[in-house]
């Protein structure tokens, strides 16, 4: 069984930035696609970025210019660096290992909150 843990999320101003992690309890990276998704309060969950096993990335366009998705298989985690963050990225994000055919994984999430 595949554990996701995040870490980094909190309380930032407009303009600030964060680095969100996760870790996952075995190596998964050279199969799965990593990704984050986000949740805001009475909204759906959506993806912000992903990155997959050969390091292609996607990102919503509300995020390009600036989030910046990174794995580092060494260490069997993927980092999303938020730049520039705005009170609308404010939602939990999740973390997500995704293979086709397979279920998917998630984490437990973690607060991101940005204040105007």
């Known amino acids: 069984q595949v554990q996701l843990v995040e870490s980094g999320g909190g309380l930032v101003q407009a303009g600030g930035s964060l680095r969100l992690s996760c870790a996952a309890s075995?190596?998964?990276?050279?199969?799965?696609?990593m990704g984050w998704y986000r949740q805001a309060p009475g909204k759906q969950r959506e993806l912000v970025a992903q990155?997959?096993?050969?390091?292609?990335?996607n990102y919503t366009d509300s995020v390009k210019g600036r989030f910046t998705i990174s794995r580092d298989n060494a260490k069997n985690t993927v980092y999303l660096q938020m730049n520039s963050l705005k009170p609308e990225d404010t939602a939990v994000y999740y973390c997500?290992?995704?293979?086709?055919?397979?279920?998917?994984?998630w984490g437990q999430g973690t607060q991101v909150t940005v204040s105007s």
């Open positions: 990155i997959t096993s050969r390091g292609s990335t």
């Open positions: 075995r190596s998964i990276f050279s199969i799965y696609a």
């Open positions: 997500n290992a995704q293979k086709l055919w397979y279920p998917d994984y």
